[in-house]
């Protein structure tokens, strides 16, 4: 349970963007009366239980959290227990939806999720399928950022090449879209969505030193685990010359610390189930 602990400990900019959305677009759910409500990828249940529980109608009928991950699902459980909330593994990018989740959810939230999905079309049919007539979603996931670039980047050199063979299931489909926004938008016409908001927001995220991007790097990396442990420091030293390479490194602090600022696109998405 060790890569969700560190998740849970150090997904900073993960929460920050779930503020953020939560925040500025929350108020768009139409939000029905005992709601049934589905969260995908929920990974170690942090944001359910400090995030959404607090906003959430008191009268809803339950919360569902999935992940990919088995790790997360079980983290979840002990680290968010409410008689109104379950936590299930799925793959949202299956061929197989479980026959209980079509048209069984009122209302779908996704944060942080669906940039690690290659299928999108697939991804967003699943999520279309799982909605109830008229049920609304509000997603939030990355459109590019520059992580993916040294992931891209660390895969080439031949230290890293073995254990980075997969790096494209690990890169957002839009980073290199010259119009992420369309493109998406397309897809969600195309799957049966009435689309509200669909669009990227230019965003910055500043890690206050290199120490805490590091145990960012740690705690999210996909490929980190992958990696011998004596190996993991000279991973991030790696991962933090690439970040030096992008010139992401801000001036130092009163401690003498540099900052690192990673600018990004946030794809914000409201969408309804349209009615037969």
Known sequence: MN?????????????NDAIYVLDNYFDLIKWRKDASILDVGCGAGDVIRDLLLPRLPKKFEKLVGVDLSEEMIEFAKNNCQNSKIAFEHMNIATDDIPVEFEENFDHILSFYCL??????????????????EDGDVLLAFLANNPIFEIYQSLSKKGRWESYMENVKNYV??????????KQLEEILLDVGFDIDICKTEDRIYVYPNVAVLKKSITAVSPFYSQIPSKMHEDYLSDCVKEVKKLHLFDEC???????????????????SKRSP
């Open 253 to 271: 602090d009163n401690n003498n610390e540099q900052r690192v600022q990673v600018p990004y696109k946030l794809f914000v998405v409201h969408a």
């Open 115 to 132: 940039h690690w999905v290659q299928d999108q079309r697939k991804a967003l049919a699943n999520i279309y399928k799982m909605l109830k």
């Open 3 to 15: 890569q969700a602990l560190l998740y849970s400990k150090y997904n900073g900019l993960q929460k």
């Open 172 to 181: 957002s489909p839009y980073q290199y879209s010259e119009n992420p926004d």
